[in-house]
């Protein structure tokens, strides 16, 4: 199974500061059809988790600008470029290029 | 609008069985593979299983293998999870997803485990 690996685990974050997220997998998630199946997931507190990113780098309809996602193959790296307070919350990593689909164990994100 | 909602989580006993269901509306439900994630309180987010969109494939963990039981029925745009010989490391929130992408999440369902 490929084990997800997230950095850190509890992010404390003064207001327009920048923040940073890594997530490194146990194999490459480049799939055969040469995209990586990578996402990153936002999960306010008392709220269902919501999709950031998509396939790495790709932001979802009303995400905010300040997020980005980056990597390849095995590490990749969650931007947030200036945190609001809307930010708070628990951002998970998932990839679904391989079975069975398995998250990170989140990184907690608050405000300092 | 895209709209998952799922419903059926309860008290239930160890050992018992429970069916949970999630309702899409917004879009073509035949169209997209479903999943089901779960929760356990206070922890992270747990894959449980998966169905393609004619319903022929399933995925398990094996953590719920032989045990759950994921189906689908585009006639009623609902998908749904049988659960069974339910353990009390079975209890949390079970949200659906939609597309291999994961693009969308319902609202979750608690199921609690408890004697």
């Known amino acids: 199974d490929v084990v997800m690996t997230q950095s850190p685990l509890s992010l404390p974050v003064t207001l327009g500061q920048p923040a940073s997220i890594s997530c490194r997998s146990s194999q490459s998630l480049v799939y055969s059809d040469g995209n990586t199946y990578f996402h990153w997931f936002q999960q306010r507190p008392g709220q269902s988790p919501r999709r950031l990113i998509y396939k790495v ?48 164990q989140g990184t907690k994100l608050e405000i300092k | 609008e895209v709209q998952l909602v799922e419903s059926g989580g309860d008290v239930v006993q160890p050992g018992g069985s429970l069916r949970l269901s999630c309702v899409a509306s917004g879009f073509t439900f035949s169209s997209y593979a479903m999943h089901w994630v779960r929760q356990a309180p206070g922890k992270g987010l747990e894959y449980v299983s998966a169905i393609s969109r004619n319903g022929v494939s399933t995925f398990y963990a094996n953590s719920v293998k032989g045990r759950f039981t994921i189906s689908r029925d585009d006639s009623k745009n609902t998908l749904y999870l049988q659960m069974g010989s339910l353990r009390s490391e079975d209890m949390g929130v079970y949200y659906c997803a939609r597309d291999w992408l994961h693009d969308y999440w319902g609202q979750g369902t608690l199921v609690t485990v408890s004697s």
């Not at chain 1, 200036?82 to 998932?94: I, K, L, P, Q, T």
Request: proline share 4%.
């Open chain 1, 57 to 104: 780098s790709n932001r979802d309809s009303g995400v905010p600008d300040r997020f980005s996602g980056s990597g390849s193959g095995t590490d990749f790296t969650l931007k947030i470029s200036r945190v609001e307070a809307e930010d708070v919350g628990v951002y998970y990593c998932m990839q679904s290029t391989h079975w069975p689909r398995s998250f990170g």
